[in-house]
Protein backbone atom coordinates (compact mmCIF):
# COMPACT_ATOMS: atom_id res chain seq x y z
CA UNK A 1 0.00 0.00 0.00
CA UNK A 2 1.57 3.30 -0.71
CA UNK A 3 -0.17 6.85 -0.42
CA UNK A 4 -0.97 7.17 -3.95
CA UNK A 5 -2.59 3.84 -4.01
CA UNK A 6 -4.81 4.53 -0.46
CA UNK A 7 -5.87 7.78 -2.63
CA UNK A 8 -6.95 5.61 -5.60
CA UNK A 9 -8.80 3.60 -3.72
CA UNK A 10 -10.68 6.36 -1.70
CA UNK A 11 -11.61 7.60 -4.64
CA UNK A 12 -12.89 4.05 -5.91
CA UNK A 13 -14.75 3.62 -3.12
CA UNK A 14 -16.67 6.50 -2.67
CA UNK A 15 -17.76 6.28 -6.46
CA UNK A 16 -18.60 2.49 -6.30
CA UNK A 17 -20.67 3.76 -3.05
CA UNK A 18 -22.85 6.26 -5.14
CA UNK A 19 -23.28 3.84 -7.64
CA UNK A 20 -24.58 1.39 -5.25
CA UNK A 21 -26.82 3.68 -3.02
CA UNK A 22 -28.49 4.83 -6.06
CA UNK A 23 -28.85 1.27 -7.53
CA UNK A 24 -30.51 0.23 -3.76
CA UNK A 25 -32.91 3.19 -3.90
CA UNK A 26 -34.30 2.09 -7.34
CA UNK A 27 -35.63 -0.67 -5.36
CA UNK A 28 -38.74 -0.35 -2.62
CA UNK A 29 -37.75 -0.53 0.94
CA UNK A 30 -39.43 -3.52 1.64
CA UNK A 31 -36.98 -5.21 -0.81
CA UNK A 32 -34.05 -3.29 0.30
CA UNK A 33 -35.01 -4.86 3.62
CA UNK A 34 -35.72 -8.64 2.42
CA UNK A 35 -33.85 -11.50 3.76
CA UNK A 36 -31.82 -13.02 1.22
CA UNK A 37 -29.65 -15.43 2.99
CA UNK A 38 -26.84 -13.22 2.70
CA UNK A 39 -24.13 -13.11 5.31
CA UNK A 40 -25.57 -10.30 6.98
CA UNK A 41 -29.10 -11.10 5.63
CA UNK A 42 -30.67 -8.39 3.53
CA UNK A 43 -28.93 -5.59 1.12
CA UNK A 44 -29.90 -3.18 3.82
CA UNK A 45 -27.92 -5.03 6.60
CA UNK A 46 -25.17 -5.87 4.00
CA UNK A 47 -24.64 -1.68 3.31
CA UNK A 48 -24.80 -0.93 7.17
CA UNK A 49 -22.41 -3.48 7.88
CA UNK A 50 -19.52 -1.73 5.14
CA UNK A 51 -21.05 1.71 7.23
CA UNK A 52 -20.48 0.15 10.54
CA UNK A 53 -17.08 -1.82 9.30
CA UNK A 54 -15.92 1.24 8.44
CA UNK A 55 -16.59 3.37 10.94
CA UNK A 56 -14.70 0.79 13.24
CA UNK A 57 -11.59 1.00 11.10
CA UNK A 58 -11.93 5.12 11.03
CA UNK A 59 -12.28 5.05 14.71
CA UNK A 60 -9.22 2.98 15.10
CA UNK A 61 -6.64 4.49 12.24
CA UNK A 62 -7.70 7.87 14.49
CA UNK A 63 -5.69 6.62 17.44
CA UNK A 64 -2.49 6.77 15.16
CA UNK A 65 -0.80 9.56 16.61
CA UNK A 66 -0.60 11.56 13.14
CA UNK A 67 -3.96 11.48 12.80
CA UNK A 68 -5.22 14.69 14.12
CA UNK A 69 -7.59 15.77 12.07
CA UNK A 70 -9.12 12.25 11.47
CA UNK A 71 -9.56 12.08 15.15
CA UNK A 72 -11.86 15.48 14.88
CA UNK A 73 -14.05 14.68 12.37
CA UNK A 74 -14.36 10.37 14.01
CA UNK A 75 -15.74 12.08 17.16
CA UNK A 76 -19.12 12.78 15.61
CA UNK A 77 -19.33 9.21 14.95
CA UNK A 78 -20.09 6.49 17.69
CA UNK A 79 -18.35 3.42 17.47
CA UNK A 80 -20.53 0.72 16.48
CA UNK A 81 -20.28 -2.01 19.59
CA UNK A 82 -20.92 -4.59 16.96
CA UNK A 83 -20.52 -5.28 13.02
CA UNK A 84 -23.84 -6.00 12.31
CA UNK A 85 -25.09 -3.05 14.64
CA UNK A 86 -27.95 -0.97 12.85
CA UNK A 87 -26.82 2.45 12.89
CA UNK A 88 -30.18 3.75 11.00
CA UNK A 89 -33.59 1.98 9.82
CA UNK A 90 -33.91 3.45 6.32
CA UNK A 91 -31.21 3.60 3.24
CA UNK A 92 -32.42 7.17 3.47
CA UNK A 93 -31.23 7.41 6.68
CA UNK A 94 -28.06 5.56 5.78
CA UNK A 95 -27.38 7.83 2.31
CA UNK A 96 -25.83 10.83 4.39
CA UNK A 97 -23.82 8.87 6.80
CA UNK A 98 -22.38 7.29 3.94
CA UNK A 99 -21.88 10.00 1.85
CA UNK A 100 -20.07 11.78 5.18
CA UNK A 101 -17.94 8.50 6.14
CA UNK A 102 -16.35 8.38 2.19
CA UNK A 103 -15.32 12.08 2.23
CA UNK A 104 -13.64 11.62 5.40
CA UNK A 105 -12.24 8.58 4.16
CA UNK A 106 -10.72 10.45 0.77
CA UNK A 107 -9.24 13.18 3.45
CA UNK A 108 -7.53 10.92 5.56
CA UNK A 109 -6.45 8.71 2.40
CA UNK A 110 -4.90 12.32 1.24
CA UNK A 111 -2.95 13.06 4.68
CA UNK A 112 -1.41 9.39 4.73
CA UNK A 113 2.71 9.32 4.06
CA UNK A 114 4.68 6.62 3.15
CA UNK A 115 6.41 6.69 6.89
CA UNK A 116 2.61 6.24 8.63
CA UNK A 117 2.33 3.48 6.18
CA UNK A 118 5.75 1.78 7.59
CA UNK A 119 4.34 1.64 11.22
CA UNK A 120 2.48 -0.39 13.62
CA UNK A 121 -0.98 0.45 15.23
CA UNK A 122 -2.10 -0.90 18.29
CA UNK A 123 -5.96 -1.39 18.28
CA UNK A 124 -8.80 -3.19 20.45
CA UNK A 125 -10.24 -5.86 18.30
CA UNK A 126 -14.47 -6.62 18.37
CA UNK A 127 -13.28 -9.09 21.24
CA UNK A 128 -11.72 -6.45 22.87
CA UNK A 129 -8.04 -8.43 22.36
CA UNK A 130 -5.07 -5.75 22.02
CA UNK A 131 -3.71 -5.77 18.42
CA UNK A 132 -0.48 -4.17 16.48
CA UNK A 133 -0.66 -4.87 12.47
CA UNK A 134 1.27 -2.66 10.14
CA UNK A 135 -0.59 0.50 8.98
CA UNK A 136 -0.40 -0.78 5.11
CA UNK A 137 -1.70 -3.89 5.75
CA UNK A 138 -4.75 -2.64 7.70
CA UNK A 139 -5.32 0.79 5.64
CA UNK A 140 -5.36 -2.55 3.00
CA UNK A 141 -7.48 -4.77 4.72
CA UNK A 142 -9.57 -1.36 4.97
CA UNK A 143 -10.35 -0.95 1.46
CA UNK A 144 -10.32 -4.75 0.99
CA UNK A 145 -13.19 -5.02 3.05
CA UNK A 146 -15.53 -2.95 1.39
CA UNK A 147 -14.95 -4.41 -1.61
CA UNK A 148 -15.78 -7.47 -0.57
CA UNK A 149 -19.46 -7.35 0.88
CA UNK A 150 -19.68 -4.08 -2.30
CA UNK A 151 -19.49 -7.26 -4.12
CA UNK A 152 -21.96 -8.98 -1.97
CA UNK A 153 -24.35 -6.45 -2.15
CA UNK A 154 -24.11 -5.77 -6.04
CA UNK A 155 -25.29 -9.64 -6.49
CA UNK A 156 -28.37 -8.89 -4.30
CA UNK A 157 -29.24 -5.90 -6.21
CA UNK A 158 -28.32 -8.00 -9.36
CA UNK A 159 -30.59 -10.97 -8.34
CA UNK A 160 -33.65 -8.00 -7.78
CA UNK A 161 -32.94 -6.81 -11.19
CA UNK A 162 -31.10 -3.99 -10.74
CA UNK A 163 -27.24 -4.02 -12.93
CA UNK A 164 -25.24 -1.43 -11.23
CA UNK A 165 -23.11 -2.27 -14.41
CA UNK A 166 -18.97 -2.23 -14.46
CA UNK A 167 -17.44 -2.05 -11.27
CA UNK A 168 -13.78 -2.92 -12.05
CA UNK A 169 -11.13 -0.75 -10.72
CA UNK A 170 -9.00 -0.76 -13.81
CA UNK A 171 -12.42 0.46 -15.60
CA UNK A 172 -13.21 2.99 -12.90
CA UNK A 173 -9.88 4.80 -11.72
CA UNK A 174 -7.13 6.36 -13.76
Avoid at 38 to 63: C, E, N, P, Y
Avoid at 91 to 107: G, H, N
Avoid at 128 to 149: P, R, Y
Wanted: proline fraction near 4%; glycine fraction near 4%.
Amino acid sequence: MTPQTAIRMADYNSQMNRRLYQAAARLPPEKQHQECGAFFGSLFKTMMHIAVGDTIWLHRFAQHPDALSLREEMEVFTKPRTLDQQLFDTLAELDPYRRKLDLIIIAWAATLTPEQLGQTLRYNNMAGQSMEKDVALLVTHFFNHQTHHRGQASTLLYQAGVDIGVTDLMALVS
